[in-house]
């Protein structure tokens, strides 16, 4: 078993090696669409595109380059009281 082998939670969809491809893809359905898509690296180790932003912390800007912002903490703990 290789490490793309891993499950997949969406099997259907169309799999990219990189994020560069992935990118293009993208951009390339949302010409399409005229909607924007996103591109995700998915558990299984490939990309994929969707639709809806799966994770607004990861941005793939359109060279390839992945930013993935940090989570930003609670400014306050003050409002986790309930
Ligand atoms: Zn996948």
Known sequence: ????????????????????????????DAAIHGEPRYPYACPCGWWHVSSKPRDRRLRVARDGTVYVRKPRKTPTAMEDAS
């Open 1 to 28: 078993m290789t490490a793309t082998d891993a499950a997949c939670p969406t099997p259907a969809k169309l799999r990219y090696a990189t994020p560069v491809v992935a990118r293009r893809a993208a951009d390339n």
